[in-house]
Structure formats: C-alpha cells, structure tokens
C-alpha cells in the first residue's frame, strides 16, 4: 500500500512539473529522498512521463492530426509541401534527433552519474538563470509560422540538453526559442509538440526494465503513477499556455534558484545523500 501512495504523490509531481520550466525529473529525484523513499530509478522516471505526454496528445489532439495528416500528404503531393502543418512535422522530427541519438548513447550515463544530486541542484540554477536572462534579452516578435530548420535544430539541440535532470526539457527548449525571438506562448506550444517522440519513445524503451533493474516500483505503483501525470497534467497544460501569454518566467527563475540552493545546502549539511 505505501508504494500506492508513493506513486500516487510522484504521479501527481510529475504532471504538476513536466510542463513547468522546472524539472520534473529533477522533482522526482530530490522529493522522493526528501521523504527518505529513496531515488525511484530512471526508468520509473521515464515511464510515468508517458502520461503526461498522453496529455499532450488529448489537448492538441487536432493540430496533431493536422500535421500528421498533412505531413503525410506532403510526401506525395507538392501542393502540401509548404503548408505550415508539413513544415511543422518536419520541424519536429528534426528537433527530435538530437535527445533521440544523445539518449541511446548515454543511455548508461544518464541512469546513473547524470542523478547525482550535487549536478542535479547546480543545473536546477544554472539553466535557472539561463531561463531569466533568456526571457528578459529575447524577443518577443517571432511565431511559430517563422519558423525555420535553423531554429528547430537550435531546439532540438536545447531539447537534448534535459537528458540532465535539473535542466528541463520545456525550461531549455523555452530558453532558446525566447533567444531566438519567439514569443512565449508560441514556443511553448512548439515545445508541447517536440517533446512527445522523445519522451513516448524514451518511456517505451524503459517499459523492460520497471519490474526489475534500478527501479524500486512495480507494474501496479508505475501504473497509478502514470494515470495521475495524465489528469494532473493536462490541467497543468492549459493553465502554463495562459499564464506565458501574460506573464514573464521570472516566477520559475526564482524557484529553480531556491530549490537548487536550498538542495545544496541540504548536501552540505549531510541530511541529503548525492
């Protein structure tokens, strides 16, 4: 029963952070040892992160259909290829490659030396401050429809980036579209859409290892864990594309800050284990 309730509060956690600038991955690796539950594993990680992406894919069910449908057209009819739905499709899979190929080869790395908490906490304000200046010295004039190749690799490379935990896979995909000029909500949007073949194809291809392996979870807590990200984040998707269309990222700033000093501080201390 307790790993029930464990999964249930990391379910909720991850659908609360995935979409938020602030790591989610880096949430599910302090707040567990914070609670002296221990590091839930990479793959637990990976998998529950599917629920949230299934959130993604029932709130923009349409605009994925659309680019699908004419991304697809595009391969056999020229009329298709420079609509803005076709472009798009390229433009994802392209922004893909980077986290794709990066994840496969570091695979080891990231499961294991990638979860120390001393790096997790440093990137948590690194990237942190990266996001605050990013937000403050971008433009504001570019939308999605201006979008080129350049842009979607310079992304697509951020993206990659968030294979650290403490990074953050929409926190590093935001700070490069706001220093590209993207407006926030527009590259927000883009990131939604970018994140889900690495995350879906990164959950799947951790599928083999929840009943065994590094992670401490079954097929029952992985499960309830994964229906919570669901419904918890596809609340957290409709309220973070309100909140970037009026309001600036400084919030998520100060957060990151404060949680990766407050986590250092707990290592320093001895009460926290990297």
Same mark, same amino acid.
């Given at each position: 029963?307790?790993?029930? @309730?464990?999964?249930?509060?990391?379910?909720?956690?991850?659908?609360?952070?995935?979409?938020?600038?602030?790591?989610?991955?880096?949430? +599910?690796?302090?707040?567990?040892?914070?609670?002296?539950?221990?590091?839930?594993?990479?793959?637990?990680?990976?998998?529950?992160?599917?629920?949230?992406?299934?959130?993604? +894919?029932?709130?923009?069910?349409?605009?994925?259909?659309?680019?699908?449908?004419?991304?697809?057209?595009?391969?056999? /009819?020229?009329?298709?290829?420079?609509?803005?739905?076709?472009?798009?499709?390229?433009?994802?899979?392209?922004?893909?490659?980077?986290?794709?190929?990066?994840?496969?080869?570091? /695979?080891?790395?990231?499961?294991?030396?990638?979860? !120390?908490?001393?790096?997790?906490? #440093?990137?948590?304000?690194?990237?942190?401050?990266?996001? =605050?200046?990013?937000?403050?010295?971008?433009? !504001?004039? /570019?939308?999605?429809?201006?979008?080129?190749?350049?842009?979607?690799?310079?992304?697509?490379? *951020?993206?990659?980036?968030? +294979?650290?935990?403490?990074?953050?896979?929409? =926190? *590093?995909?935001?700070?490069? =579209?706001?220093?590209?000029?993207?407006?926030?909500?527009?590259? #927000?949007?883009?990131?939604?859409?970018?994140?889900?073949?690495?995350?879906?194809?990164?959950?799947?291809?951790?599928?083999?290892?929840?009943?065994?392996?590094?992670?401490?979870?079954?097929?029952?807590? #992985?499960?309830?864990?994964?229906?919570?990200?669901?419904?918890?984040?596809?609340?957290?998707?409709?309220?973070?594309? /309100?909140?970037?269309?009026?309001?600036?990222?400084?919030?998520?700033?100060?957060?990151?800050? @404060? @949680?990766?000093?407050?986590?250092?501080? @707990? +290592?320093?201390?001895?009460?926290?284990? *990297?």
């Amino acid at each position: 029963m307790a790993d029930f @309730l464990q999964a249930l509060v990391l379910g909720t956690l991850q659908g609360l952070t995935e979409f938020l600038p602030i790591s989610s991955s880096a949430h +599910l690796r302090i707040f567990p040892d914070l609670f002296g539950w221990g590091d839930p594993g990479a793959a637990f990680t990976a998998v529950i992160q599917i629920g949230t992406e299934l959130a993604v +894919l029932v709130y923009f069910r349409k605009d994925i259909w659309n680019i699908a449908r004419t991304w697809t057209l595009s391969l056999f /009819k020229a009329e298709y290829r420079g609509h803005l739905d076709a472009r798009m499709g390229w433009f994802v899979i392209i922004g893909s490659l980077p986290i794709v190929i990066l994840g496969v080869f570091l /695979k080891d790395t990231v499961e294991s030396h990638f979860r !120390n908490l001393w790096l997790i906490a #440093t990137m948590l304000i690194v990237m942190g401050i990266v996001l =605050g200046i990013a937000d403050r010295v971008g433009g !504001n004039e /570019k939308k999605v429809k201006q979008m080129g190749v350049r842009d979607a690799v310079f992304m697509g490379v *951020a993206q990659a980036a968030a +294979l650290v935990p403490g990074v953050s896979r929409s =926190g *590093a995909t935001l700070s490069m =579209g706001r220093f590209l000029g993207y407006e926030r909500e527009a590259v #927000t949007r883009y990131s939604f859409l970018l994140a889900i073949p690495a995350v879906v194809g990164a959950g799947i291809f951790e599928l083999k290892d929840i009943p065994d392996g590094d992670n401490m979870y079954g097929w029952g807590p #992985t499960l309830v864990a994964t229906v919570v990200s669901f419904v918890v984040g596809y609340a957290a998707i409709a309220w973070l594309l /309100k909140y970037v269309s009026h309001h600036t990222l400084t919030p998520f700033v100060v957060y990151r800050v @404060l @949680l990766g000093g407050g986590v250092i501080a @707990l +290592l320093a201390a001895g009460v926290l284990s *990297a």
